[in-house]
């Protein structure tokens, strides 16, 4: 099997290893994420890494660079998913990491910094509403407030963790110290339909958009559908549908990106007048005072909204993360990289959605390569990736370690 | 404990029996049900009754008249509840039934036709979404694709009858026979603010509006919220919200009643755009053509909006009842009921509420009282009714069943 075609074989794979039999769902500390965790592991050994799963779930691996112990080039992706995801938005660059270290390994080309290569455990937030738990812990911006999470059976991530056999109180072994790093790459499907549009495989992400993500209840008061006039109704639904057009059309016109994602009537009985709806909120922009905007005009819609229809409107802040600008020096290694493809002037966007390198890049500078999606489509069964993309991805990835190490060797 | 005291303690005692610690749900076929119909028929036989649970979970009790084996007159109401339900809908009929026959037999004035007075099983219809269940086994209008189908945790209606010790090829057993039965008198709170608004206790109500209820499955494409340009999402929930406020604004139009009750989005990741939405449609209005004509405007504007965004829709009818008019002789009897407690010109007017007489209608005729609660606020905690108006509809009550048994004795 040549390696493009194993990379494809072991997307199958991890896609086999989910909570619900009819679909791809797995989340951090579940007893999947331990399935991949081993899998991964024993994948990064073949390439000729150690490997380790840190203090937080991240499965890690490495290989020495000239010298043992010098600081480490880290890359990777991350190993959870969505509900109902697609099987590359993550998985694809753990593996092409775990491949392009591989072929270092197998060139005996050393290079002047370890590759450490990491599938990070949490990148989406799917369990605990909170995103890039493995990412924050290795890059050391953890809160401690997060240990009282709970998902949605009650559990909470401090349990979560001796569940799946981690201690709390050894969170801070897996931060890493800045001296011991030299950057982050990582490849990721780009989500989005530019490249394709373009007719272009590879892009350099220039920086991740900022983003804000809200839990919000809307309160007005349950009652008989038939008997409760008009007049009298505090239907708490009709007002949080009103705010869904809003975040739609404020979002396209100001050019921001808001979406719901999540939104449910209480009690949710046929013949009852909803009294409480629980929706979340994520927005996204290339500048953060874009973003803040459009969240201070929606919050103003939705007082006018609930003043006029009685209701109360709660509003919790789960996430926010300023857009990341990815660095100079990376980005010029990766655009060479693509090059080396073929591609004499890739592409350069941002990144609409977000990714482990916004809390990374707390530890160490970070770069990005996108790679084309078919209809731009992901957190989606129907998301999908051309293998001679995945081939050029693997050797602009490789071209793009190589260009930094020789930088390196050159300064 | 004078008789309108114990009424409310039996309210009390009942709502006690859920099967949630912090709010009152009790749906057929669960052990709650068992529990209150074990409750009902201590209380009934206390009041000289007969008892017996019939063949679809309905507790009966009957008090003979002035012979054995007279046809009866049926009274109660039901005993089931929405989530989170009040304490008076449905329970205070069936205890003010028991009441009044309680009266009759402590008075032994022994009536030209028996008592019957049913607790009953399924009104609401919460568990298996389909309401009157009980109603429609007692009046022989039940539907043998209703065995099939199935509760939130996949039980079926069978697999339900069964667990609570019922047997389905038994359930022609509970049909009734028209020759058996003189009509059918229910009191029940408004579940409005009319009466409120008028300052008045009770009311005679003149038909029961017709209600339809659908299933509605709005379908679009989920995909990742950062990723995915607004020209290129068929975002299910915007496209759902939209309906939502179109069901208000064409109800409010129209004057016909229309709510929106359960709504949720799938598959619910916060970073995720639903791809689809399931909700339930409730509409009802005094006349069926008003309804009818509301809908037919609604799947139309539905049908734009779907088209405008790419997504599909489609609509199951869960439920489907034309409007049920109240037995003129019956109603003259609730009248002059009303008129014995010192009100000289009761109130009348139609029900937006369904009742249990909709399909007992299908079995003899019928008429209800209503009875004011506070707010019109009912299928809620705060549902909440006056010590005094329940005095008042008990002995409404009461003299209207002893009106029609004057009625009956001259013709």
């Given at each position: 099997m040549n390696e493009t075609d194993l990379i494809m074989d072991r997307c199958e794979q991890l896609a086999?290893?989910?909570?619900?039999p009819d679909r791809l769902e797995r989340v951090h500390l579940s007893p999947e994420h331990k399935a991949v965790n081993a899998l991964v592991a024993e994948w990064m050994s073949e390439a000729g890494l150690s490997t380790w799963q840190d203090p937080a779930g991240n499965q890690c691996g490495r290989l020495e660079g000239r010298e043992p112990g010098l600081p480490a080039l880290l890359i990777g992706s991350h190993i959870d998913t969505v509900?109902?995801?697609?099987?590359?938005?993550?998985m694809l660059g753990v593996l092409l990491a775990i491949a392009v270290a591989g072929r270092i390994h197998g060139s005996h080309?050393?290079?002047?910094f370890a590759l450490e290569v990491v599938a990070f455990s949490?990148?989406?937030?799917?369990?605990?509403?909170?995103?890039?738990l493995g990412s924050r812990a290795l890059s050391g911006?953890?809160?401690?407030?997060?240990?009282?999470l709970a998902d949605k059976d009650g559990i909470t991530l401090a349990e979560a963790f001796q569940d799946f056999g981690l201690d709390p109180a050894r969170l801070p072994g897996a931060y890493r110290r800045?001296?011991?790093?030299v950057g982050y790459l990582e490849t990721h499907?780009?989500?989005?339909p530019i490249l394709e549009d373009h007719d272009r495989r590879l892009a350099v992400v220039t920086s991740i958009a900022g983003a804000r993500r809200y839990a919000i209840t809307v309160t007005g008061k349950a009652g008989h559908a038939g008997g409760t006039p008009y007049d009298r109704r505090r239907d708490a639904l009709v007002g949080a549908s009103e705010l869904v057009v809003e975040v739609e059309r404020i979002s396209k016109q100001r050019g921001v990106i808001g979406t719901v994602g999540r939104l449910q009537a209480f009690?949710?009985?046929?013949?009852v007048i909803p009294g409480v709806v629980e929706l979340s909120l994520d927005l996204r922009a290339e500048f953060d005072n874009d973003r803040d905007d459009a969240l201070a005009e929606l919050w103003a819609v939705v007082d006018e909204i609930c003043t006029r229809r009685g209701l109360a409107f709660e509003t919790r802040e789960l996430y926010r993360a300023d857009a990341v600008p990815c660095d100079a020096r990376l980005m010029r290694a990766v655009d060479a990289g693509i090059r080396?493809?073929?591609?004499e002037k890739p592409m350069a966007f941002w990144s609409r959605a977000g990714h482990d390198g916004m809390a990374v890049v707390n530890l160490t500078p970070i770069a990005m390569l996108f790679l084309r999606c078919r209809g731009g489509v992901?957190?989606?069964?129907?998301?999908h990736v051309k293998k001679s993309d995945v081939t050029a991805a693997l050797d602009a990835f490789e071209a793009a370690v190589l260009a930094i190490a020789k930088e390196k060797t050159a300064r």
């Open positions: 086999t290893i989910s909570s619900q509900p109902d995801a697609g099987r590359y938005d993550g080309n050393a290079l002047p949490d990148e989406e937030g799917t369990r605990f509403g909170m995103a890039l911006s953890w809160n401690e407030e997060w240990w009282s800045p001296e011991n790093y499907i780009e989500q989005g009690p949710g009985g046929v013949n080396s493809t073929g591609d992901s957190h989606h069964p129907d998301e």
